[in-house]
């Protein structure tokens, strides 16, 4: 059994292959029972890996309370807005902690220490350096699987400069539609949101 760990920069830590081969019971067992190096560490499952992210950097902070407070000016009372909640996605052996995630609080369950991605109304990645590829490709490929109306991924390293995508309509594991526009221009969350995002200060 080996470990592959990278300290490095803004990179993720991850243990791996060593559970690549676990039942969906074991890998959330090991979830449960990781030993963090402290609170601001975040641990994932992401297609069957157990994933260890460092704390992002201010910047990505920053961009996490700005759409934070758009949200929570427009959305009803009866959502909730979570920065640090686990998501299940069993199909995809995932259990995913997204930046951001929007759900109605009653789909909420007190003593929990995740919800099932199909009550998510949307969810939000901001990309680090490290775990970049991860936000476009396999939990992409996860929150469509989940059926999860809205994604919007924030890509700040992107090959071509800084994006954000919508992604919406989610139909046989992927989404049939995505809006991308280049940081500075507004966003259109549709219906049940209605809201226009600005990016011009990420």
């Avoid at 992002?56 to 807005?81: C, F, M, Q, T, Y």
């Avoid at 924030?154 to 594991?173: E, K």
Wanted: aromatic share 8%.
């Amino acid at each position: 059994m080996r470990d592959d760990i990278d300290t490095g920069g803004d990179r993720t830590v991850t243990a791996a292959p060593a559970f690549e081969t676990a039942t969906w019971e074991e890998l959330v067992e090991i979830w449960q029972n990781l030993d963090l190096p402290n609170a601001a560490w975040r641990a994932e499952i992401i297609e069957g890996r157990v994933v260890m992210t460092r704390p992002p950097e201010n910047a990505h902070n920053l961009i996490a309370d700005l759409v934070h407070g758009e949200l929570r000016d427009s959305i009803p009372k009866e959502w909730a807005i979570f920065q640090t909640s686990g998501i299940k996605i069993p199909e995809r052996k995932s259990l995913c902690t997204p930046d951001l995630v929007v759900i109605p609080r009653s789909d909420v369950l007190a003593g929990k220490s995740s919800i099932l991605a199909d009550k998510a109304l949307l969810v939000v990645e901001i990309t680090s350096r490290g775990n970049a590829d991860d936000d476009r490709t396999r939990k992409l490929w996860g929150y469509g699987h989940a059926g999860i109306p809205l994604y919007l991924l924030i890509d700040r390293f992107a090959s071509d400069g800084p994006t954000v995508t919508l992604f919406s309509q989610p139909t046989g594991g992927r989404y049939l539609h995505q809006h991308r526009v280049v940081f500075g221009e507004p966003v259109e969350l549709p219906e049940p949101f209605g809201i226009t995002l600005d990016t011009s200060q990420f």
